[in-house]
């Protein structure tokens, strides 16, 4: 049974700084595209960032060089570090993995 469980959410305020963090099971971790993905309100589903093996990486054009996306094979997680956060990052974040997604962890940012 495929899982991908994130943590690492919450409340920021601008300019601030969150990593989260996504835990896969379920399926072979190190050959597998893995994925960020965030909805903020009344806006649709965006990519944020991809991590495909091997090394490349895609970011969303609003997130590049504010946010890193970063795995580890051994521990089987997909991490992404998110800095300069911005009211707009505001949205829950959803991590993507061999066509299953997790439920998602809300990031907001204010003041």
């Known amino acids: 049974q495929v899982q991908l469980v994130e943590s690492g959410g919450g409340l920021v305020q601008p300019g601030g700084s969150l990593r989260l963090s996504c835990t896969a099971s379920?399926?072979?971790?190190?050959?597998?595209?893995m994925g960020w993905y965030r909805q903020a309100p009344g806006k649709q589903l965006e990519l944020v960032a991809l991590?495909?093996?091997?090394?490349?990486?895609n970011y969303a054009d609003s997130v590049k060089g504010r946010f890193t996306i970063s795995r580890d094979n051994a521990k089987r997680t997909v991490d992404l570090q998110m800095n300069s956060l911005q009211p707009e990052d505001t949205a829950v974040y959803y991590c993507?993995?061999?066509?299953?997604w997790g439920k998602g962890t809300l990031v907001t940012v204010s003041s």
């Open positions: 379920g399926f072979i971790f190190s050959i597998n595209d």
């Open positions: 993507y993995g061999y066509g299953s």
């Open positions: 991590d495909v093996p091997g090394g490349r990486t």
